[in-house]
């Protein structure tokens, strides 16, 4: 497929701490402009009606439509005229987002897609009503403002509105009819293992709490979240281990233990093919400056 160009993150931040960010094209976004990124593009529509092109597929995308583009995947647009295209880029590995109870929301880890092989692509993964839409780009808004302002806690701020951002379009997502509710079938497991991540959680018992088989519960598991189930919990529990990291002084044994891990030579391969830094490390580079 033809490759105009690849994205950086950093051209959208220049060097800002918190790695997210917004841009907005109004009406005039070119067409046929084929591009991949390093980072997750959650695009809104927000006016008029578009072709968006991946792959060998197209789909046509509408006022309202949200759609999470992967990184690697190369896409583009086309008949983009007097479309509106908000977006909210950030790289997930560096985007400091606590876990606590988002695995409630069925749509929540399609905001989080590992690589071009999961996640959304061509599909919309949801349409807001005007109503919802005008308070997501109002929260975009205030996002992008908070980002280039110099204001004391700025970049706390704005992952704050960042997670309600997610929160309002993921609530939506749980109001679904119940002919669209195949990926929500996994809830109560999703629960389960929020509630239930330091200890030992099974496959097998996950399908008995969705009333599935195992096949059956993977197969919605992986649908609703475009990762397997144990996939899952291993990053609710790396988003407990960040988070004891950060807020005790806990050594990384009884972390490991605290937080699912068998031992903590497990932990710290898990941690490092993840984040690309040993717990020690990511503990390090988050102290706060008067802690001992």
Do not use: W
Request: proline letters at 5%; hydrophobic letters at 40%.
């Amino acid at each position: 497929m033809r490759h105009d160009y690849t994205s950086e993150l950093s051209y959208y931040t220049q060097g800002e701490l918190l790695p997210l960010s917004v841009f907005y094209v109004d009406g005039d976004h070119p067409d046929k402009l084929f591009h991949d990124h390093k980072f997750v593009e959650i695009v809104i529509i927000t006016r008029g009606k578009l072709i968006h092109i991946a792959g060998n597929q197209c789909c046509e995308i509408k006022k309202g439509d949200v759609l999470v583009i992967p990184p690697g995947v190369i896409h583009a647009y086309d008949h983009a005229a007097g479309a509106g295209v908000l977006n909210l880029i950030f790289d997930n590995n560096k985007l400091p987002i606590p876990q606590l109870d988002s695995g409630e929301f069925p749509l929540f880890g399609q905001f989080f897609p590992k690589d071009k092989e999961s996640g959304q692509s061509v599909e919309p993964l949801i349409n807001l009503n005007d109503e919802v839409l005008s308070q997501v780009i109002s929260l975009i808004n205030r996002i992008d403002d908070e980002i280039k302002s110099s204001r004391p806690g700025a970049m706390f701020y704005s992952l704050a509105l960042f997670m309600e951002v997610l929160t309002v379009i993921s609530r939506t997502g749980s109001l679904q009819t119940p002919a669209e509710r195949p990926r929500f079938l996994v809830g109560d497991a999703l629960r389960y293992m929020n509630r239930h991540f330091f200890e030992e959680v099974t496959l097998s018992k996950l399908a008995r709490i969705s009333c599935m088989s195992e096949r059956s519960f993977q197969r919605h598991f992986h649908q609703a979240l475009g990762c397997s189930p144990m996939e899952h919990l291993l990053k609710i529990r790396l988003r407990h281990v960040q988070e004891q990291l950060i807020t005790s002084d806990a050594e990384i044994g009884e972390i490991a233990l605290n937080c699912g891990f068998y031992d903590s030579n497990y932990l710290c391969k898990k941690f490092k093919a993840v984040f690309g830094i040993t717990p020690s490390q990511f503990r390090q580079k988050k102290q706060l400056p008067n802690k001992k």
